[in-house]
């Protein structure tokens, strides 16, 4: 629930926030100019929205799968979806190599769930599925909706910000330019508050996934062991042009394939006996112990779309039974 909470609050504090910069433009230049800022964000968003999954499995270069082709993958999507009470999703196999799996589409009736050639090689059965599991409830959770409405938002302070500071368009009215320029400022600073709280609800929609995978009856052991394996799988592609064509929707992946190569110091202290698996008995260790991240790893996991892995580990550790 606080994760759920989280959420809510998050979005209605943007939208606050939105609101707020609408009347106090809106009041200097003249009814409607703010307002026109809105309207051709949400035009923009939804053309996206609409085209948004065509060009995903473009990019990723997407093989939609039947059940004759994949029984396993369409077998462990179908007892997911039945659990999540979900319309079954599309399944698809992605031609890369990089180890990951994601999700996406407009609706819940329009859910997709993809994975990665190179998953299939490094995970088990139950590893697997935790991960179909954790994108199942990115469906279900209605993630793609809620970040693509969100996202309107620093898009919005953006355009001010650039129009009042550097477009000229409303140096004359009232104050005279330095006024607009003051404005522009004050959008500027908001467009980089209101990007991190995005980036900031992103991270908070992984914790969510990872809790939704466990309610659908996955081991946490075995969604932490899947994500260690997905970081060390990852960077070994660390420089690769593989990860360079995925990177404009690396937000959908399990993890962050460009953060993997910094990810693998940290959770070695994790597997203490070096089988490259996450056990029962190390994830409850795990729970009893404090994660501390240096000065330098918290700033950068507040310009990410995943949250710090360790951290999400740990997370994972609580919902040990």
């Known amino acids: 629930m606080w994760l759920q909470t989280r959420m809510f609050l998050l979005v209605a504090i943007l939208f606050a926030i939105l609101y707020g910069v609408i009347v106090a433009v809106g009041s200097w230049m003249g009814v409607g100019s703010a307002l026109s800022y809105v309207i051709l964000a949400v035009v923009f968003l939804g053309f996206q929205y609409l085209i948004g999954p065509t ?18 993958l369409h077998q462990m999507v179908t007892e997911l979806a ?15 190599s990089i180890p990951n799996a994601f999700a996406f589409g407009r609706t819940q009736r329009d859910g997709r769930v993809c994975v990665t050639r190179g998953i299939m090689n490094i995970l ?27 996202s309107v938002i620093p898009m919005i302070m953006y355009w001010l ?38 980036l900031y609800g992103s ?28 970081v060390y799988g990852n ?39 070096m089988s490259g698996t996450i056990d029962f008995d190390e994830l409850a260790e795990l729970r009893q112990k404090e994660v501390r991240l240096g000065a330098t790893d918290k700033m950068m996991e507040l310009f990410t779309t995943h949250p710090n892995m360790l951290k999400r580990i740990k997370h994972l550790s609580t919902l040990t039974v």
């Not at 039945?82 to 890369?96: D, H, T």
């Not at 088990?124 to 969100?150: C, F, N, P, Y």
């Not at 650039?162 to 320029?181: C, D, I, P, T, V």
């Not at 400022?185 to 991190?196: M, R």
């Open 235 to 273: 960077a070994r592609f660390k420089d690769s042009r593989e990860l360079k064509q995925a990177e404009s929707i690396r937000a959908f992946f399990v993890n962050d394939p460009a953060r993997a190569w910094y990810e693998v110091r940290e959770l070695s202290q994790v597997d203490r006996d």
């Open 82 to 96: 039945e659990k999540a009470g979900l319309p079954k999703p599309r399944v698809g196999i992605s031609q890369m």
């Open 55 to 72: 060009l995903v499995g473009w990019t990723m270069r997407i093989k939609w799968v039947s059940e004759r082709e994949a029984p396993e």
């Open 161 to 198: 910000a650039y129009s009042l500071m550097w477009g000229g368009a409303y140096g004359g009215r009232r104050q005279g330019g330095n006024y607009a320029a003051l404005l522009g400022f004050a959008a500027f600073l908001l467009y980089f508050l209101t990007n991190l709280l995005v």
């Open 124 to 150: 088990t059965r139950d590893e697997l599925k935790a991960v179909l599991g954790h994108e199942m409830s990115h469906i279900k959770h209605r993630d793609m909706a809620i970040i693509t409405l969100i």
């Open 203 to 230: 991270r908070i929609r992984e914790y969510y996934a990872d809790l939704g995978s466990v309610r659908l009856g996955n081991v946490p052991h075995h969604m932490a062991t899947a994500l260690y394996k997905l």
